[in-house]
């Protein structure tokens, strides 16, 4: 018993130092994960607007003067305004 009393400060100090850099491990870890989740969500945003962008300028535009949306409501099939 002697023997661990003689070692007991390095031992609590390694023990500190390991679950140290444990921590920091798993700080380094879970803020990686989080910003590679908003990178992806912002990418899927920018896509998603692209996306609607697109859409809104396709129902806008029409050969003959005349919006996709004002021949809906002439219509009636028109369910969303």
């Known amino acids: 018993m002697a023997i661990w009393l003689r070692f007991k400060a390095y031992i609590i100090a390694f023990v500190g130092i390991i679950s140290s850099v444990v921590?920091?491990?798993?700080?380094?870890?879970t803020q990686g994960y989080n910003s590679a989740e908003q990178d992806v969500r912002e990418?899927?945003?920018?896509?998603a607007r692209k996306i609607e962008d697109v859409a809104d300028r396709v129902r806008r535009s029409d050969g003959d003067n005349h919006t996709a949306?004002?021949?809906l409501s002439k219509l009636k099939r028109l369910r969303d305004l």
């Open 23 to 29: 921590a920091i491990y798993w700080a380094g870890r």
């Open 43 to 47: 990418a899927d945003n920018a896509q």
């Open 69 to 71: 949306i004002e021949r």
